[in-house]
């Protein structure tokens, strides 16, 4: 069951100008950054607030490593904004294959990684009405802490 807004991407070109926009103007702090080879960006994870399922919404802001990934292309075409949101469940598996049944696109035969150890997947945007949208299950309480 998808329980919490996780998070919403946000595509830019200078993770650090970005990160200190957001810090300046809002007094948002990085709680987590890591660099994600296999999706191909540099992110930096903002905590905005707890949520009542025992996880976090958060916004994520993406700096292309490769002019090829998909955040890379996407600003290419579209220029800098919110690329994709979030639904967090505690079983991505079971929600993306039931999703799936529907008739919607899942990207992957099976969940990825992604920020914080958590496993990800995505559904095509043109199945979701123009919105990229993804669905994470995080990982184990205490198995990756912020810094
Ligand atoms: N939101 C809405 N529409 C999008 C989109 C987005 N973020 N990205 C692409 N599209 C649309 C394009 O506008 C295009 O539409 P038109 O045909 O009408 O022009 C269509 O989808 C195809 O786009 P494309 O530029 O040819 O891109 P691809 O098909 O190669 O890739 C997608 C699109 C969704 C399959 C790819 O972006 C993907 O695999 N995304 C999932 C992974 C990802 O986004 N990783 C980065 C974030 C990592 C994280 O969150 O941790
Ligand atoms: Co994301």
Excluded at 7 to 33: M, N, P, Q, W
Excluded at 100 to 113: F, Q, S, T, W
Aim: proline share 3%; hydrophobic share 35%.
């Amino acid at each position: 069951m998808l329980t919490r807004i996780d998070h919403i991407g946000i595509a830019c070109r200078d993770l650090d100008k970005t990160v200190e926009f957001y810090r300046a103007t809002y007094g948002f702090e990085v709680f987590h950054s890591e660099v994600n080879e296999e999706q191909g960006v540099r992110e930096a994870m903002l905590k905005i607030n707890d949520t009542g399922d025992g996880g976090a919404s958060y916004l994520q802001l993406l700096e292309p490593i490769r002019e090829d990934s998909p955040v890379g292309k996407w600003l290419a075409k579209n220029g800098e904004g919110v690329h994709h949101i979030a639904f967090g469940t505690g079983d991505v598996d079971a929600d993306s294959e039931e999703i799936r049944a529907k008739g919607v696109r899942v990207l992957y035969d099976e969940p990825r990684i992604g920020s914080m150890g958590s496993r990800i997947t995505f559904l095509h945007p043109k199945d979701c009405g123009g919105v990229l949208t993804e669905l994470v299950t995080a990982a184990e309480p205490g198995a990756h802490e912020g810094h």
